[in-house]
């Protein structure tokens, strides 16, 4: 007989940087209790494996610079499964709360008399440990700059050249398109030569690296054949990396 009570959810998940081992607890035992998945191109399709034989599983993902759902048809799919199978599963990479707008689906549900729930994950830059360059170190880097490489209309952040004026390390996310824009703002500062980095899938086992400084960053990516999914780090922090090599 069917279940003709239905209560309708969502779980706003981060799945972590791409490692699926890297995914909290509570988003694992999460994901087994799903009545449906939409899920994003950066989350591990190893992590889908925990739904339940009955649950639906959908892309929603937005290729890089390519094709893309809608962030509309998006919501309403979300009004759409949780009204009609109930526990609606937003399966988004990294930390949804960090550059991957899982708040405007919380709200946007909220409004439909959805109830919801957020459960953060792991963000794409702490994946940088990995690599032996700490975020923070003390002496040498006093706090982070998370920026993003694409506003809304599509331009790098201003906050760049605020973040450049302290000694925190900088954190560039969705940035690849940017290479050079960042590379000459730091040049016109005289800060050519600050260390960078650029990470690509950070923490999956085909992970790559480069690293050399902030005005060669476009040669850095070419030569190492580096693109998208990456993350950029900045500051002198980069340099432990080269001493544990």
Wanted: aromatic share 8%; charged share 20%; hydrophobic share 40%.
């Amino acid at each position: 007989m069917e279940n003709s009570k239905i209560f309708p959810e969502l779980f706003v998940l981060g799945a972590g940087p791409g490692d699926p081992e890297l995914i909290t607890m509570k988003g694992y035992r999460i994901l087994k209790e799903a009545d449906v998945i939409l899920y994003d191109n950066l989350a591990n399709k190893e992590l889908l494996a925990l739904a339940k034989a009955d649950c639906e599983l959908i892309y929603v993902g937005k290729q890089p610079y390519g094709s893309y759902t809608p962030q509309e048809t998006i919501h309403e799919m979300i009004k759409h499964y949780a009204f009609t199978k109930g526990k609606v599963v937003r399966l988004k990479g990294g930390d949804p709360f960090i550059f991957g707008r899982g708040f405007e689906e919380i709200i946007y549900a909220r409004e439909q008399g959805i109830k919801t729930h957020f459960i953060p994950g792991i963000t794409s830059m702490q994946a940088s440990g990995f690599e032996d360059i700490p975020l923070t170190h003390r002496a040498i880097s006093e706090g982070i700059w998370m920026i993003t490489g694409t506003k809304k209309d599509g331009t790098l952040s201003s906050d760049l050249k605020l973040a450049m004026q302290s000694n925190a390390t900088v954190v560039i996310y969705m940035g690849m398109k940017q290479l050079a824009v960042i590379a000459a703002t730091y040049i016109e500062q005289g800060k050519g030569k600050t260390p960078a980095a650029i990470i690509q899938h950070a923490s999956l086992p085909q992970q790559k690296i480069a690293t050399g400084f902030v005005e060669n960053l476009p040669e850095m990516a070419a030569t190492d054949n580096l693109t998208y999914p990456a993350l950029i780090i900045i500051g002198e922090v980069v340099n432990f990396h080269s001493k544990t090599t």
